[in-house]
């Protein structure tokens, strides 16, 4: 999905919507990261999250990917070019480095793939991970009846509004361990309609 047509108000209709829940889920595992070198950041939006990684960890350097050129645009100002590379392209595409990072972030962005794309997403970025790599995932879950039905508006509210094609969530997990993943911790808000996890290769 492309989120130029709403890059602009993001930050607002996420607080509108859900509070500091999903700021509060990626930010949640921050202080395991201090050891981090190079990063992959996939799926930041506005880069509130590449900030605080580079703020919290002043030797670390990212590349950050994103389709939506405002998004990229609001990182760039948010966490500046000193030791990120920014990219426009699509995930499922872009050429990533094999054996390369020992973090990888995924905040709310594996919700936008149908279940062949997410297997071949994270088939291709578990390529370009190093032994040992940490991969941070922040995510919805819709154990009950209530959360069916939120992540169901969400889903329809991108749909309308950047062309989301994909229609529901795609446990991720299983996903994972197939290429070679862990998870180590996890924590969950608002009742478990959000998650953190810690995943370790």
Known sequence: MNCDAIAPH?????????GRALERRRRWFLPELGNSRRALVL????????????????????????????????ARQK????????????????????????????HFFFDCFSANDLDTLIGRVADAAKPGAQWIVSEFRTGNVLARLLV??????????????????VDHRPILRAHGFRLRDERHSRGALVVSELWER
């Open 10 to 18: 993001y930050w607002w209709i996420e607080r509108l919507g859900m």
């Open 152 to 169: 169901s508006g969400l889903y329809l509210f991108f749909r309308v509004t950047t062309g989301l094609k994909a229609r529901r969530l």
């Open 43 to 74: 799926g930041d939006g506005d880069g509130r999250f590449l900030r605080e990684l580079l703020r919290r960890n002043p030797t670390v350097r990212a590349d950050y990917v994103d389709l939506s050129g405002r998004m990229l645009e609001l």
């Open 79 to 106: 966490a500046g070019t000193e030791r990120v590379d920014y990219q426009r392209g699509d995930a499922l595409s872009v050429e990533f480095p094999r054996d390369t990072y020992d973090l990888i972030t995924t």
